[in-house]
Each structure stands twice: as C-alpha cells, then as structure tokens.
C-alpha cells in the first residue's frame, strides 16, 4: 500500500518556525504532484502550496515569502519550511500527492493523516 506520513509538527510561538516532513512509502511507479494544504475544524481544507514533479509551484497568498516547499525525489520526500509563524497559521496540515501506482498502473491521490501545527502568541 502507498503510504504518506508526515512529521514535524507541533507547538510554537509567534515568529517562530517549523519543518513539515512528508515521506512516500509503497510500491510507486511515479510521483506526478505533491502539496501541502491545511483545514481547522469547521472549515474547508485550503491549500497551502503545490509542487510538480517538474519544480513547478503554486503558493497560498498567505504564505507566500514566508513558507518555502521543497522535493526530495531520491527518498520520496516533500517538505515545507515555515517561518514567520503567525497564530493564523494554526491549523492540521496534511500532505497530499498524486501518484501513479498499482496494477494497472493508474494516477491516484493520497492523503497523509495529518499533523497539528499550533501557533501561540
């Protein structure tokens, strides 16, 4: 099975900064897109930025020149760099990657679980 987990959440103050990691597991032919978006309870989830396998991205406004996203495509890996934190930011941040996999061999899009990111002021 195709697997995303992300890691590097957690509790930070106002201006200060945090590394989202995102890692693929699982039989992957290729891995056509990967992003983060974010989603507080109550709210539709929204996205964060985009990146193709290509270097293309597309950044949130609200994140633009603070949040910088970055591939690893030797292990499979996306993360997002976070500074400037504002309490605005606080949310659930979920990984999320279009992939083709399985037999056959098709384009499917996965989710990660999620990881809490807190901003106190």
């Known amino acids: 099975q195709v697997q995303l987990v992300e890691s590097g959440g957690g509790l930070v103050q106002a201006g200060g900064s945090l590394r989202l990691s995102c890692a693929v597991s699982?039989?992957?032919?290729?891995?056509?897109?990967m992003g983060w978006y974010r989603q507080v309870p109550g709210k539709q989830r929204e996205l964060v930025v985009e990146?193709?396998?290509?270097?293309?991205?597309n950044y949130a406004d609200s994140v633009k020149g603070r949040f910088t996203i970055s591939r690893d495509n030797a292990k499979n890996t996306v993360h997002l760099q976070m500074n400037s934190l504002k309490v605005e930011d606080t949310n659930v941040y979920y990984c999320?990657?279009?992939?083709?996999?399985?037999?056959?061999?098709?384009?499917?899009?996965?989710w990660g679980q999620g990881t809490q990111v807190t901003v106190s002021s």
């Open positions: 990146v193709t396998s290509g270097s293309k991205t």
């Open positions: 999320k990657a279009r992939i083709r996999s399985g037999a056959p061999v098709r384009s499917y899009v996965y």
């Open positions: 699982g039989s992957i032919v290729s891995i056509e897109t």
